[in-house]
Nanobody, 122 residues
């Protein structure tokens, strides 16, 4: 069973930056496609960034050019550098593995961590 521990959230002003971390245990991290998700109050959880085993990255349009996802396989750790933060980025951020659905890499793993709260004040 994969275990995920997110950290690094906090309260920042508009335009500020945060770096989230996610330590992964219970498997071979280097074999996993990984993603950062977020869930704002009253909204569904959404995938905002994804990184493949070879390092290729994809981003949801609203965070493109502001967020950078990266991984350190030696440390079993996933990162999300968030710059130019906006109030609409306020959410609980989660990391998870991503599985192949048969047509896309978009199925999250079965287990979630506790997430880390990001709050951006205007």
């Amino acid at each position: 069973q994969v275990q995920l521990v997110e950290s690094g959230g906090g309260l920042v002003q508009t335009g500020g930056s945060l770096r989230l971390s996610c330590v992964v245990s219970g498997g071979d991290f280097s074999d996993y496609v990984m993603g950062w998700y977020r869930q704002a109050p009253g909204k569904q959880r959404e995938l905002v960034a994804r990184i493949f085993t070879g390092g290729t990255t994809t981003y949801e349009d609203s965070v493109k050019d502001r967020f950078i996802i990266s991984r350190d396989n030696a440390k079993n750790t996933l990162y999300l550098q968030m710059d130019s933060l906006k109030p609409e980025d306020t959410a609980v951020y989660f990391c998870n593995t991503i599985r192949w659905s048969g047509t896309k890499w978009n199925v999250p793993g079965d287990y979630w961590g506790q997430g880390t709260q990001v709050t951006v004040s205007s």
